[in-house]
């Protein structure tokens, strides 16, 4: 079991390595949102993999509460990059 | 191992692996739009698939985990299309055009309806 | 603001409070008695205000019918999704990137909003293909590669197979 975790993290951070790439690289501000919208949502998938790794219920919630966080903040910026805000 | 640990452990490489292409795709499509399509695609699958594998494994001890498992995996998979829909729409409104290969004219459909609509205004 | 009849206002307060209901549940994974009772005081109050905001389950949604064309929907799907991850997964791991993108549009014969708004995620979530823009009855749809610009042929190869559906439903 420990090894299957190690096997899943290991390609979660080349996820999160590449995506971070893109999002310091990006050429325009639309390509650093749809960087920012990957890295949310691998965070929380990493969140509740680690929430089961250390046995916290809790943390689930705030795999959750990120969710909808990063959510509403890919909402607001499109908003904005759209001229309606 | 016992089978819960066998099949929520299959369902967590799987998603590991989707959420890794999900970032490759990320780093290597030429422009905004094929990003979007990487990215949404292969990280909604890649995000369930996880989640799912964690409720399964937490199946044997206790119950409440893959109901809030389940309340984090419905969300995600209702708010990521929506946010990648409206990047998308913002994306050509604030005039990034998408990269196209072939030098059909009909290849951007959307050209005309911000053509028509522009012309309107005016 | 639309005038809704009493019927209405009253099929649409019960829809949410159960549904809302279902969701306290989830959230607290437990059913202790002042959880619940807490849970129905709350989403009473919720569901009595946001009586105009979700208008688009009335009752008739839990006909027997309906339920099984939504489970055969999610199964249709399903396949979808897995399909268009190994496509994504193929373009993405080939070395010469064999993608061909631009922006097909077509029409629908859904009527209501709220279909138009599963169609319009369901396509994003299907091989190739993202929904750009939804303008009355046009669907924009940003395609990784392209097979034909023709409306008519578009919608037999993108939407179909989950309007036929979809128009049972709503």
């Not at chain 3, 939407?159 to 439903?169: D, G, N, S, V």
Request: overall charge neutral; hydrophobic content about 55%.
């Amino acid at each position: 079991m420990t090894y299957i975790i190690y096997i899943a993290l290991f390609f979660m951070i080349i996820g999160l390595s590449l995506s971070a790439v893109r999002f310091v690289k990006g050429p325009t501000a639309g390509d650093r949102v749809v960087a920012l919208d990957t890295l949310t949502i691998i965070i929380v998938s990493g969140l509740v993999l680690l929430s089961y790794v250390f046995d916290r219920f809790i943390y689930m919630d705030v795999a959750l509460v990120y969710a909808v966080l990063g959510f509403i903040g890919v909402i607001v910026i499109a908003r904005y990059l759209e001229g309606a805000l | 191992m016992s089978l819960f640990e066998i099949i929520g452990g299959f369902f967590l490489v799987l998603g590991s692996i989707f959420l890794f292409l999900g970032g490759l795709g990320i780093f290597r499509m030429p422009d905004v739009y094929n990003r979007l399509q990487a990215g949404t695609k292969a990280t909604t699958l890649g995000a369930m698939s996880v989640i799912f594998g964690v409720g399964i494994i937490q199946l044997e001890n206790d119950w409440t985990w893959i109901v809030k498992a389940m309340v984090i995996l419905i969300f995600i998979a209702f708010s990521n299309p929506i946010s990648s829909h409206a990047l998308a729409r913002a994306m050509y409104k604030g005039k990034t055009y998408p990269f196209i290969k072939s030098k059909d004219k009909d290849m951007d459909a959307y050209k005309e309806y911000i053509d028509n609509q522009k012309m309107e205004e005016e | 603001m639309q005038n809704l009849s009493l019927t209405n206002k009253l099929s649409n307060f019960i829809v949410n409070w159960v549904f809302l209901m279902l969701v306290w549940i989830a959230f607290t994974s437990s059913f202790a008695t002042h959880e619940l009772i807490v849970g129905a005081l709350t989403t009473m109050v919720i569901s009595y205000l946001s009586i105009r905001l979700f208008t688009c389950c009335t009752i008739l949604i839990f006909c027997p019918v309906k339920i099984m064309y939504m489970i055969w929907y999610l199964v249709v799907f399903l396949i979808a999704l897995i399909n268009s991850n190994m496509d994504v997964a193929r373009r993405v791991l080939s070395p010469s990137l064999p993608i061909n993108p631009g922006i097909v549009k077509f029409k629908t014969k859904l009527t209501t909003n709220y279909s138009k708004m599963v169609l319009a995620n369901s396509i994003t979530l299907t091989p190739g293909t993202l929904t750009v823009d939804v303008v009355d009855d046009t669907f924009y749809v940003h395609w990784i590669d392209v097979k034909t610009t023709n409306p008519e042929e578009a919608y037999t190869e993108i939407a179909e197979r989950f309007e036929k559906i979809l128009l049972k439903i709503f």
